[in-house]
């Protein structure tokens, strides 16, 4: 395949950033994105030319760090998957590919497609801990009965990879869907009960804080989430709001 690439490079989040082209042959349809994107760095090296910064670890769609915004969409054209599991199969000989970092005020940028998304780590953060029993009498985990809907729910929204693609692809740069799946997960099962209160409260401060915008209910969110994050955890971290905030 011979593809047109037109990449986003900028030095730093101080200083403005541009398109710039590059030509590349000799793609083979079962690489990766990311392959490719190596094959343009390698390219560049030989060159004496800089290489493309952008973010990537496992390559196996489970942490969340290879966040493009590719031809307009957060992780490319396929669904359900990470930029990293997605495939040069998508693409047609002769394309145009432009490739972004994720833009919202608060995910600036590092350099070229590498965006700080340190943001969503203050937010878990500010959700604190799990009180757990240490004083002799622990109960395993396994041993407490919880209704197989919410345990599965809980699951579902624990697979966030909090990759910010809810983010990206809301026109408001809301990160609802991440709070919410944060959330949900603990909101859910009797050991997240006990710091409910003050966990959504705080994870929801600090997601305003942060300069993430309000909830546009357009529902792009979900659809652009590698893992199917339902919206339905949005619906029950509003309710664990207005709850809490009640009590306090």
């Not at 490079?9 to 710039?20: C, S």
């Not at 054209?77 to 972004?100: A, N, S, V, W």
């Not at 003050?198 to 997601?207: C, G, K, P, S």
């Not at 792009?220 to 955890?233: D, F, T």
């Amino acid at each position: 395949m011979k593809l047109t690439l037109k990449i986003w490079r900028q030095k730093n989040a101080a200083t403005e950033g541009k398109i710039v082209e590059y030509p590349i042959d000799h793609i083979e349809p079962d690489m990766s994105f990311l392959e490719m994107l190596d094959i343009l760095n390698d390219e560049l090296i030989m060159k004496g030319d800089e290489p493309v910064a952008f973010d990537h670890d496992c390559r196996e769609g489970i942490c969340g760090m290879c966040s493009l915004y590719i031809n307009g969409e957060a992780h490319g054209p396929d669904k359900g998957i990470t930029t990293c599991q997605l495939h040069m199969r998508m693409f047609k000989d002769g394309d145009t590919i432009f490739i972004e970092p994720f833009r919202a005020k608060a995910f600036p940028v590092i350099k070229d497609l590498v965006v700080d998304r340190s943001s969503f780590d203050r937010i878990q953060h500010a959700g604190g801990f799990i009180s757990v029993n240490t004083s002799g009498n622990t109960i395993d985990a396994n041993t407490i009965p919880i209704n197989k809907k919410d345990a599965d729910d809980a699951f579902d929204a624990a697979a966030c990879i909090g990759c910010g693609a809810c983010v990206a692809s809301c026109k408001n740069s809301s990160a609802m869907l991440f709070v919410a799946a944060k959330v949900s997960q603990y909101a859910l099962l009797p050991q997240g009960r006990i710091e409910a209160t003050d966990r959504v409260l705080n994870m929801v401060n600090q997601m305003d804080d942060e300069g993430f915008g309000n909830c546009t209910n357009t529902g792009a969110c979900e659809v652009e989430c590698p893992k199917g994050i339902s919206l339905e955890n949005i619906a029950r971290m509003n309710r664990e709001y207005l709850s809490a905030s009640l009590k306090g």
